[in-house]
């Protein structure tokens, strides 16, 4: 029984690490820009393929393969604002939300497309997994789950610190607050969007890399995350954060025991159920705070 | 003054609605006896299906701002729904149709009273989990519930679906010309779609769901009740969507979880903001537009599903209102050059009195 328990824990936990990564990136981005990034699933499959390529086809070590992908996702977010996102923002600023929702939904079917053109749609082992387990006791953790849990705790931590401690990361801020007042104290707000997109974008690549070596590479490996991730972000309240971090753990733990205890098939209906019921009881989320509207 | 200019500007652009919809009707009844090919006319009738979900997408997020992406999904549940009708009670096909698209409206309702308190983006995302959750437990549904034959069958029909459940009629009736017959049940459906479409836009429940798209504060200071208004739309648009599913179940004789994937449900957005959001006529034009590049792009093959991606985000940036707003800026430049060349010729003579006979008629486009 505690076994199992330690077995669904486990599980729950690594997912959750993992949705965590993703719902940060999309919150991140909707929270300073009031942008929904449809094409993140791709840059995260980007990411995870970014990786493979460094490691298995030009046999470099690990850790630049986690570079490239990191590189790989800002890329993809700095190409995203000049091509659409600077250009959408010109637009009338009340059609900007379902209009770049749009363009980035072509984005990520053009970006998945792409990759299965390139790579072909058979799956692919990622290379960045770590065998064997590790006995603490009674319980027996598999390292490539630890691995994971460590690495995104790092990120947490690097993001955290990005955010709270420099500059950029009081611009973001200030711009998530209110942009027309920074605007006005001199942010440059076109700038920090571009900061926003490429932060996003190494997270997605990340996560992409992560997310593969728990199963495989596969061009639409980003969809369920991030599906998943918009679950979560919006059981959170869009543009929170640290809410955004404890709905993804909440979240996966509960898929993780559903999963055991009614089938797989029954773990991702069970988190629109639990969505559906936040959103009748708090429209905006957990941790949202409802938003006034000046007419 | 204003006032009887808007009307007038109006009845003209209801003749010119008028004037086109003759013209496509000619245009309809004239197809057949010009295509010979049996495969373009079987993507002529799939065109207007794409067109008539198209057109109640466009009810929902171009004149309503519901940005809805269940719309699949309901037309799903009504392709389902009368292909389950079928198949388990063995009602024929034009029985099963209605009551189809009224258990699509029912769906519709259950999903509008989960997601239409919420807004914008929350609306999507919600939609969109529905959606997909539709689809995983279709195609996850291992269950026996029926032996047919040696062969089990579930309740949903699984990852095959159902197909033989019965056909429109046609090819009893018309023999070998059953897709011309098809063709002309399909395309009085758009038609009957598009009338009723119109009628909504342009009646006070119509203004209403314009007005909470343009302003919803504003609108709903002025007594709209934002959450009726919307559910009605969302159950006028899931009868005519879902009456749509079943007749695709009918005329492709199969239905199956295929018609949930995320590419079908971006085609049709892409169709409408291609065409224009919003514009009455947009999905008809997104949708020609483009079935006629899925048709290119089908030569090229591997690189189609590339194409539409960029096409999509190309068009929202280059062309914000689509085909026909991009049309319609065509038209008033134009029109503000006549206007412009008319005012330059006789200012020699005496610029006094033509300034101010010519200057209301670019006020009044």
Not at chain 2, 239 to 255: R, S
Not at chain 2, 266 to 285: E, H, K, N, Q, S
Not at chain 2, 317 to 329: A, C, Q, T
Request: proline letters at 3%; hydrophobic letters at 55%.
């Amino acid at each position: 029984m505690v076994d199992v328990l330690m077995a669904i824990l486990v599980a729950g936990f690594t997912s959750g690490a993992l949705y965590a990564l993703a719902t940060v990136g999309l919150s991140l981005v909707w929270g300073s820009m009031g942008m929904l990034n449809m094409a993140h699933a791709a840059m995260l499959t980007l990411g995870g393929y970014v990786a493979f390529t460094v490691i298995t086809s030009l046999g470099l070590p690990i850790a630049l393969g986690f570079a490239g992908a990191i590189i790989a996702g800002a890329v993809a977010g700095a190409i995203l604002y000049f091509a659409i996102v600077r250009n959408l923002l010109k637009n009338d600023k009340s059609t900007f939300e379902a209009n770049v929702m749009i363009a980035t939904v072509g984005i990520g079917i053009a970006l998945e497309n792409a990759i299965l053109l390139t790579y072909g749609g058979q799956p692919l082992k990622q290379p960045v997994s770590i065998v064997g387990t590790f006995r603490l006791g009674p319980l027996t953790l598999p390292w490539q789950n630890l691995m994971i849990i460590a690495v995104v705790v790092v990120m947490m931590v690097v993001v955290s610190l990005a955010l709270g401690r420099t500059r950029m990361g009081r611009a973001i801020r200030a711009t998530a607050q209110n942009r027309d007042a920074a605007q006005l104290m001199g942010v440059a707000v076109n700038r920090v969007y571009l900061q926003v997109l490429m932060l996003s974008g190494a997270l997605a690549g990340i996560c992409g890399v992560m997310v593969s070596s728990m199963t495989q590479l596969s061009p639409p490996l980003g969809n369920d995350p991030m599906l998943k991730a918009f679950i979560m972000c919006v059981v959170a309240g869009l543009g929170n954060l640290p809410g955004a971090v404890a709905a993804a753990l909440g979240l996966a733990l509960l898929e993780s025991f559903v999963q055991y205890a009614l089938g797989a098939r029954w773990g991702f209906p069970s988190l629109l159920f639990v969505v559906i019921a936040v959103l009748i009881w708090r429209p905006s989320g957990l941790f949202g705070r409802a938003e006034i509207r000046r007419m | 003054m204003t006032d009887t200019m808007s009307r007038s500007s109006m009845s003209r652009s209801a003749k010119t609605d008028l004037a086109i919809s003759l013209v496509l009707i000619a245009a309809a009844i004239a197809l057949p006896f010009m295509v010979d090919s049996r495969y373009i006319l079987g993507q002529i009738v799939l065109a207007l299906f794409y067109a008539t979900i198209a057109s109640q997408w466009n009810l929902l997020f171009g004149f309503s701002g519901i940005f809805s992406l269940a719309q699949m999904a309901i037309f799903a549940f009504g392709g389902y729904a009368t292909a389950m009708l079928c198949f388990y009670f063995g009602w024929n096909v034009w029985a099963a149709l209605v009551p189809g698209a009224l258990g699509a409206v029912l769906f519709s309702l259950v999903v509008g009273l989960a997601c239409l308190r919420l807004t914008g983006v929350y609306v999507a995302l919600l939609t969109l989990a529905i959606a997909q959750t539709m689809y995983l437990l279709i195609v996850t549904d291992t269950e026996c519930f029926v032996m047919v034959g040696s062969v089990c069958r579930q309740f949903t029909g699984g990852a095959v679906g159902f197909a033989r459940f019965g056909d429109l009629g046609t090819r009893a009736l018309l023999r070998a010309q059953w897709l011309v017959g098809n063709y002309a049940i399909i395309a009085v459906l758009f038609a009957v779609t598009m009338v009723f479409t119109y009628a909504i836009v342009k009646s006070p429940i119509g203004l209403a769901f314009r007005a909470l798209k343009d302003n919803p504060g504003y609108a709903v200071a002025r007594g709209v009740n934002r959450f009726q208004a919307q559910l009605l739309v969302f159950g006028i648009s899931a009868f005519f969507t879902g009456l749509a599913g079943g007749f695709y179940a009918a005329h492709f004789q199969a239905i199956g979880p295929g018609v949930l994937s995320m590419s079908q449900l971006m085609f049709i957005i892409a169709i409408v903001v291609v065409g224009g959001v919003g514009t009455f006529w947009g999905p008809l034009v997104g949708t020609v537009v483009l079935v006629l590049a899925d048709e290119l792009m089908r030569e090229s093959g591997e690189f189609r599903t590339l194409g539409l991606g960029l096409i999509i985000a190309l068009s929202v940036v280059l062309m914000p209102k689509g085909l026909v707003g991009r049309f319609g800026d065509l038209v008033h430049w134009l029109a503000r050059r006549r206007a412009n060349l008319a005012e330059s010729r006789p200012a020699d003579s005496k610029p006094a009195v033509s300034n101010i006979v010519q200057s209301p008629a670019p006020a009044g486009k």
